[in-house]
């Protein structure tokens, strides 16, 4: 079985400096840091890896 692996400080603050000047909020999911716009997640980090939520044509 493979240990659950934290969240990268270094890319929670990046990705928290990125989006401070919208508006968003900040929660932590499973104790990683994720942000969300009207209710719905767009951005977070996994482990040492950045995951972003995109529509289908932007991805």
Known sequence: MTAWKKASEELGE?????????????????????????????IGVHGDGIMLRLQEEDQ
Request: proline residues 3%; negative net charge; hydrophobic residues 45%.
């Open 14 to 42: 990046l990705i928290g400096e990125a989006v401070s000047e919208y508006d968003v909020e900040f929660r932590k999911m499973f104790g990683s840091p994720v942000y969300f716009v009207n209710g719905n997640m767009f």
